[in-house]
């Protein structure tokens, strides 16, 4: 498989905080990949560094292409970022977040076409596309942001703790949605979360971070087979 | 008696509308910009007056016919305004409110001693693009200048009604506004909005005061009032409602002319021309006190 992404030797901070050290790691086109690691970790950050909404040294080459910074740039490479607690426009309508997710594109019909493709996904989308974000459950703004992110055709899908508050089935639902997209449509995904159990499930393969360094890399059948790895870095 | 206190009445009813019209375009400016900058811009008002004197240097000096100046004026405004945000707003954007606002307040100096450096104080005459007619409409007298005023008021409120609910850039603007980080995550220019922004508030501004010159002439200080009612209108109807913006300056409009309407036949006769700019800031601090989020307005929710 093609490489689509590579963070080579990435450090991030946030002033003077140095929130990640020395981070090297890469995303192949099709792969859903998790970035796991206990809180303070540097996931987040991780994310941040390649949407370019924290300052960054180091290379990240989206398809052999060094990524500028910034994340309008970011986001019109093809990296759709979904960050930590739902990234919707409360304000806005569920067919408006959806319409800004296209934002990046050209205009052209596509965009209506794309909102009834992801109805598919999210049949309620289609009956409630009037109603304002802020009043939809947490489970259905974490739906609507995936869907906004899908609205760009996104070369690459950034999942920032997308379980964070939300019911155990919920977070099975979602991750049942994204393995189907990766599935049916070779979408591909870096995800980070808290969860391990559930993102080891959702990936083919993980990485642990620790104190801002890649402590851990391996398919995530392996990290799950791995009762030291499980004890030691993941907590379950 | 009643008949001819009826026609009185509707006829304040109409230059109360058209007044009120005017303070809705100036209030829609202010809250466009505290949405998006967060700050009430103190020198709104004297944008639209520098827009007025341009509209005027270009009918009076130039010899452009009345039309062709107005739209000539919106396009300088608008890009007027797009400047200030780059330029001078843009730099201090991240810092306190406080420092934006005495920036707008500096803003507001500046520009009020460029307009007497560049056309004295001397007032001047903008002419009206409506006549002074008046018309007879079954016993109500109203003139040609209140109706006119009414129309382009609410067309212009109407174009941005469009702009902002049927538009991609009005889509990203409204985006831009509310949720920043969240906008630039999905590819919009926020600064970029921002600053398209502050464009259309003084294009709307330099529409009020055009409106504003022929009935209380063209002088530099002619918005000073009018802001201060457009302060009321946007307070009333909640800082950062549109709608609200509209509401609020067509109801304070009204609400002082039902004022003089009644002061006329006995009721409030304390009440006269000279007190309506304080019963504006009465208004204000009535509803600061009673209703802080206006009648349209969310209530602030602080989460701790």
Known sequence: ?236 | MVAAAFSDFMQQVVSGLASGGIYALLALALVIIHRSTGVINFAQGEMATLSTYIAWALIAHHGWRYWPAFVGTLVFSFVGGVGIHRVVIRPVERGSVLRIVIVTIGLLVAINGFVVWEWSGEPQQLQSPFGTETYDIGGVIVAAQDIGTIAVALGIVLLLWGLFQFTKVGLALRAAAVNPEEARLVGVRVTWMLALGWGLAALLGAVAGMLTAPTVGLDPNMMAAVLIYAFAAAVLGGIDSPIGAVVGGLLIGVLLNMLSFLSQYGAFDWFTEELRLPMALLIILGVLLVRPQGIFGKPEVKRV
Request: aromatic residues 4%; neutral net charge; charged residues 25%.
């Open chain 1, 1 to 236: 498989m093609r490489t689509l992404l590579e963070l080579d030797g990435v450090a991030a901070r946030y002033g003077p905080v140095q929130a990640l050290h020395d981070v090297s790691l890469v995303v192949r086109e099709g792969e859903v990949v998790a970035v796991l690691g206990a809180n303070g970790a540097g996931k987040t950050t991780t994310l941040r560094a390649i949407s370019g909404t924290v300052s960054r040294s180091g290379a990240i080459e989206l398809d052999g292409k060094q990524l500028k910074g910034g994340p309008e740039s970011a986001a019109k490479a093809g990296v759709a970022h979904v960050p930590e607690g739902r990234g919707t426009f409360v304000d806005l309508t569920v067919t408006e977040n959806l319409k800004l997710g296209a934002y990046t594109r050209r205009r052209d019909g596509s965009v209506r076409a794309d909102i009834a493709r992801i109805a598919e996904y999210f049949p309620w989308m289609a009956e409630r596309g009037g109603q304002r974000a802020g009043t939809l459950s947490g489970g259905e703004q974490q739906m609507l942001a995936l869907g906004r992110a899908l609205m760009s055709r996104p070369r690459l899908l950034l999942l920032d703790e997308p379980s964070l508050g939300l019911a155990p089935m919920i977070v099975r639902e979602f991750f049942r949605i994204v393995r189907k997209l990766n599935e049916e449509e070779g979408l591909t995904v870096l995800v980070v979360e808290q969860d391990a159990r559930i993102a080891l499930r959702a990936s083919q393969r993980a990485y642990v971070l620790e104190v801002g360094r890649v402590a851990l890399t391996g398919t995530s059948d392996e990290l799950q087979g791995d009762e030291s790895v499980r004890r030691s870095y993941l907590g379950y």
